[in-house]
T-cell receptor, first 114, second 109 residues
Framework: DAGVIQSPRHEVTEMGQEVTLRCKPI?????LFWYRQTMMRGLELLIY????????DSGMPEDRFSAKMPNASFSTLKIQPSEPRDSAVYFC????????????FGEGSRLTVL | QKEVEQDPGPLSVPEGAIVSLNCTYS??????FMWYRQYSRKGPELLMY????GNKEDGRFTAQVDKSSKYISLFIRDSQPSDSATYLC?????????FGTGTRLQVFP
């Protein structure tokens, strides 16, 4: 069982560049979540999708952040332009919404913006 | 006020100790409570799941919810070095999980 797959695992970029993070959820799961984790703020929910439709994007910090889910097996989180304060670990998680609500997390994408 | 508050630690204990990890939450409507464990450079994984008040035991782990005081606890008996990780409490609010900031635990031999 492959689990949630995220890419890239590490990304180092310069301020102002566009960053795209990718996620493949577990097959059969119909909810997908993007979280950001920092030492100071912990795990913050950015946006979540249910059946490929964005349900709640209130956690997206600014217009520089956007997320898409074109189909049930793929999602992207884009930051354009990136800033040093966006440096964090970004996690994608999926779940079967009719279940207990248990989230299955990927291993994260560690972003460093110089 | 954050919806879920958790002491970030770090907490350092000797092998074999009993560990108590705690969270408080603000919304009395929350019904489902979870503990996730996160090893270094990995994603969080579900450890325990409880509904409403009471205790739930799984091996060396016991999760406790006190809804009257909005308090969530995780107890680890006979702690092992392999328990060294960050422990995050979470509550289930409709379709999404809200996490505490996590408590970093170090169990030394």
């Amino acid at each position: 069982d492959a689990g949630v797959i995220q890419s890239p695992r590490h990304e180092v970029t310069e301020m102002g560049q566009e960053v795209t993070l990718r996620c493949k959820p577990i097959s059969g799961h119909n909810s997908l979540f993007w979280y950001r984790q920092t030492m100071m703020r912990g795990l913050e929910l950015l946006i979540y999708f249910n059946n490929n439709v964005p349900i709640d994007d209130s956690g997206m910090p600014e217009d520089r952040f956007s997320a898409k889910m074109p189909n049930a097996s793929f999602s992207t989180l884009k930051i354009q332009p990136s800033e040093p304060r966006d440096s964090a670990v970004y996690f994608c998680a999926s779940s079967f919404s009719a279940g207990t609500g248990e989230l299955f997390f990927g291993e994260g994408s560690r972003l460093t913006v110089l | 006020q954050k919806e879920v508050e958790q002491d970030p630690g770090p907490l350092s204990v000797p092998e074999g100790a009993i560990v108590s990890l705690n969270c408080t939450y603000s919304n009395s409507a929350f019904q489902y409570f979870m503990w996730y464990r996160q090893y270094s450079r990995k994603g969080p994984e579900l450890l325990m799941y409880t509904y409403s008040s009471g205790n739930k035991e799984d091996g060396r782990f016991t999760a406790q919810v006190d809804k009257s005081s909005k308090y969530i606890s995780l107890f680890i008996r006979d702690s092992q070095p392999s328990d060294s990780a960050t422990y995050l409490c979470a509550t289930h609010n409709t379709d999404k999980l809200i996490f505490g900031t996590g408590t970093r635990l170090q169990v030394f031999p």
